[in-house]
């Protein structure tokens, strides 16, 4: 089956860079989407396909997506950042997720 | 303005059934390809299902495959989770999840909670 790879946990300063990756054998081939959630909420889309903000997502959230490695980048990273985020592609008509990432703010 | 809300989460005792609605506003469902995603106690997200926006394709994830269906009514607007033989490890909060283009989900439902007990 199709699997993401996700760290359980990246920690980060405040107002310090974050990087979180997604890793598969090229996944630089798929559009790699990234949703935020923070504990009893539901999902939010952060980036789509690969490196495209929505409306209303901070410029301090970015992506790339090269080879075997998708990465969301978030500078001057905030208190209000700390959350789980989750790499999503889709293989064969299935959406697969990441296992996710919880994002800690020090 | 775009809005899910979703119903139908309960307790349900193993080998029951459950049907999850997912009432679409600020935009008309039948455009659109449609999802399920659910999240396990403390685990992450877990896609399920996928309706096209032709309403004819329908897509399942292996572990739940058989035992659900997912389907619309157009006149209400709203998408369906039909849920049967369900089991312990289907226990979730259940999330409906509008896909936008077919490829990224631009928005979610609520969630609601689906208990096999």
């Known amino acids: 089956s199709y699997e993401l790879t996700q760290p359980l946990s990246v920690s980060v300063a405040l107002g310090q860079t974050a990087r979180l990756t997604c890793e598969r054998n090229?996944?630089?081939?798929?559009?790699v989407h990234w949703y935020q959630q923070k504990p009893g909420q539901a999902p939010f889309l952060v980036i789509y396909r690969d490196n495209k903000r929505p409306s209303g997502i901070p410029e301090r959230f970015s992506g790339s997506n090269s080879g075997n490695t998708a990465t969301l980048t978030i500078s001057r990273a905030e208190v209000a950042d700390e959350a789980d985020f989750y790499c999503?592609?889709?293989?064969?008509?299935?959406?697969?997720f990441g296992g996710g990432t919880k994002l800690t703010v020090l | 303005e775009v809005q899910l809300l979703q119903s139908g989460g309960a307790l349900v005792q193993p080998g029951g059934s459950l049907r999850l609605s997912c009432a679409a506003s600020?935009?008309?469902?039948?455009?659109?390809?449609m999802s399920w995603v659910r999240q396990g106690p403390g685990k992450g997200l877990e896609w399920v299902s996928s309706l096209s926006s032709s309403g004819v394709a329908t897509y399942y994830a292996d572990s739940v495959k058989g035992r659900f269906t997912i389907s619309r009514d157009n006149s209400k607007n709203t998408l369906y989770l039909e849920m049967n033989s369900l089991r312990a490890g289907d226990t979730a909060v259940y999330y409906c999840a509008k896909e936008a283009f077919g490829d990224y989900f631009d928005y979610w439902g609520q969630g609601t909670l689906v208990t096999v007990s």
């Open positions: 600020g935009f008309t469902l039948e455009n659109y390809a």
């Open positions: 090229q996944i630089g081939s798929k559009n």
């Open positions: 999503q592609v889709w293989d064969s008509s299935t959406a697969v």
